[in-house]
Structure formats: C-alpha cells, structure tokens
C-alpha cells in the first residue's frame, strides 16, 4: 500500500516509520522523500480499507498527516 504523507526530512521519515512499526512490526517500510508526494510504501499487511485506516491513524500519532492513494 502507498500513503501520500506531509513529511520534509530524515526526521519526519524516522517518526512515521516508528509510529507505523509499532503497530505493524513486521511491515516491510520505506518512506520516498525524494517523491513530490512523500510516498510511504507499506509491504506485507493486507491492502483493504481497514489496515489502510489503521496505518493512517498511526500515522497521525506521529503528528503527521497520510492518505491511502488506491490503486
């Protein structure tokens, strides 16, 4: 799954991470800071609306904002 975020830096990369790994340990994560949409992929947890609310609300706890982008 891939989440449009609102993050700048390494920084703002580390937090969302930490926040999503707490909640899916075993999700593989890479935030692309380098996209104009500051992509988060998320790897190995189902693609549906549920996971996809849940990461969102990890998400927000780091402070940050990420949107689901559908497929």
Known sequence: MDFKTNAKCG????KIIA???NRFPNAELELDLNSADKVLHVHGIPE???HAAQVEAA???TGFKGSWVKR
């Open 11 to 14: 920084g703002c990369s580390s």
């Open 19 to 21: 926040g999503v790994k």
């Open 48 to 50: 549906d609306d549920e």
């Open 59 to 61: 998400i927000a706890e």
